[in-house]
């Protein structure tokens, strides 16, 4: 019985690997407040789709510039050599983000599914080759 889990679970987190690594682009929303009403925080465009696209560099960026009582949002794909997370200065927030869709949100994270997945493996891992 240990066995079985043992490979299913390892089965399940290299199925989980390979789909990751064969992932060519991620969909990013790509607009402006300036220019697209919706754009701003909250994102609430009508038809998020008409500014979906697909980004071959596997990175979103999120951009919030302040001047004065102006605040701009723009969001779109960004360069792949950018870390992921946020920085801060005097002119706003830019976050750099690696899921799907990740820069809609008011706060940019990584992809935690996969995170949580490889946390959830190792733990079970554990358990079974302990018992």
Do not use: W
Request: a neutral charge; one cysteine or more.
């Amino acid at each position: 019985m240990k066995s079985e889990t043992l490979f299913i679970i390892s089965t399940t987190f290299i199925a989980l690997l390979c789909d990751a690594a064969e992932t060519t682009c991620i969909p990013c929303y790509t607009c402006s407040s300036a220019t697209h009403p919706g754009c701003e925080d909250p994102f609430t465009m009508v038809d998020p789709t008409s500014v979906a696209k697909s980004c071959y560099t596997k990175k979103c960026y999120k951009n919030v510039e302040k001047s004065g009582a102006t605040t701009i949002v723009t969001r779109g794909c960004a360069a792949s050599t950018h870390l992921t997370g946020c920085s801060s200065n005097s002119q706003g927030t830019t976050c750099f983000c690696e899921s799907d869709n990740c820069n809609v949100s008011g706060r940019v994270l990584p992809n935690s599914l996969l995170a949580v997945t490889m946390g959830t493996v190792t733990i079970l891992l554990r358990r079974a080759i302990s018992n």
